[in-house]
Structure formats: C-alpha cells, structure tokens
C-alpha cells in the first residue's frame, strides 16, 4: 500500500521560500513498482495542475513552464522522501500541493497518470 504524507506548506509573502516534504512507503512491492514522483497543486475553483515531476531510479525531471527557474524538485531515496523548493513565491502559487505517485515508466504531468495521491499541504502567498 503506497503512503504519501505531505508537510511544509503555510503562509509566505510574495518574493519569500518554502520547501514541501513529502513521505513515501510502500512504492515498491513484489507486486508493483512505482516509477515516477511529482507534485501537483490545486487552487480553489480550478483543476489540478502538474508542477513537477522527477524519476525515482533516475534524475530526470520535468517543470512546468510556469515554476521553471523558481522550483526544485529532489527526493532522498534513502529516507524516501520527495521535496520542493519553492523560490519567489508569487501569488498565483496560491494552492494546496499534493505529492503524487506513478507506476508508469514514462508519465507526463496529467492527473490521469498518477495513481496515488496524499493528502495535500496548503500553500498561501500574499502580496
């Protein structure tokens, strides 16, 4: 059973830092394997977007145009966890962050790729 715990979300001003962790268990069974980590988000009345993405057994990543230069996505493999350095929040980063599991060997940043999901970590950024 995949489990992912999502935390380091809050408050921050606009042009400030935050880094979300994510904890991981059970991605890999004797029945399964999960490939690819990534984090989405999902602002109020709209739907949820990709934001990054990174392969578990490799270091290939992938970025939204919309974080690129500002985000960093890193995982430790040896403490199972998946990060998000987040630099010059803005505004519109407003949202709560979900941490994403797949089992696909080639995902692209859609929902529909990703089979399990945490619970999410809310992110807010003022003016």
Known sequence: QVQLVESGGGSVRAGGSLRLSCAASGLTTS???????????????????????????????????SVKGRFTISQDNAKNTLYLQMNSLKPEDTAMYYC????RLDPTLRVNDYNYWGQGTQVTVSS
């Open 100 to 103: 994403a599991a797949s089992g």
């Open 31 to 65: 029945n399964y394997y999960m490939y690819y980590m990534a984090w989405f988000r999902q602002a109020p009345g709209k739907e949820r977007e990709g934001v990054a993405s990174i392969s578990i057994y490799g270091s290939s990543t992938y970025y939204t145009d």
